[in-house]
Nanobody, 125 residues
């Protein structure tokens, strides 16, 4: 079993930066792939970024490529999302997720086994 807790959300002006962190508990997290998803108001949850268990492979949604960076520290059981050049359309609740498939970078929420409670990111224009 893996428990995930996100932090780092907040209000930022367009063009600004935020760093989201996801703290994981559970012995198996270091063997899980991890991902970040977001859910804008009134819309479905969408893929943002994913990383394999070792951090050796990452995948990004086209909308965030070049602006967001996903990383992980298995010694600390954390996954982070560095967000730069934020835009108003990045406004959403951001969720951390873990996939028991260690080598995958799935883009579908249904492929993930564990979820955090979410953290709000609001980008003002």
């Amino acid at each position: 079993q893996v428990q995930l807790v996100e932090s780092g959300g907040g209000l930022v002006q367009a063009g600004g930066s935020l760093r989201l962190s996801c703290a994981a508990s559970g012995r198996t997290f270091s063997r899980c792939s991890a991902g970040w998803f977001r859910q804008p108001p009134g819309l479905e949850r969408e893929f943002v970024a994913a990383i394999t268990w070792s951090g050796g492979y990452t995948r990004y949604a086209d909308s965030v490529k070049g602006r967001f960076t996903i990383s992980r520290d298995n010694a600390k059981n954390t996954v982070s999302l560095q967000m730069t050049n934020l835009k108003p359309e990045d406004t959403a609740v951001y969720y951390c997720a873990a996939d028991a498939s260690a080598y995958s970078t799935n883009t579908s929420p249904s492929q993930y086994d564990y979820w955090g409670q979410g953290t709000q990111v609001t980008v003002s224009s």
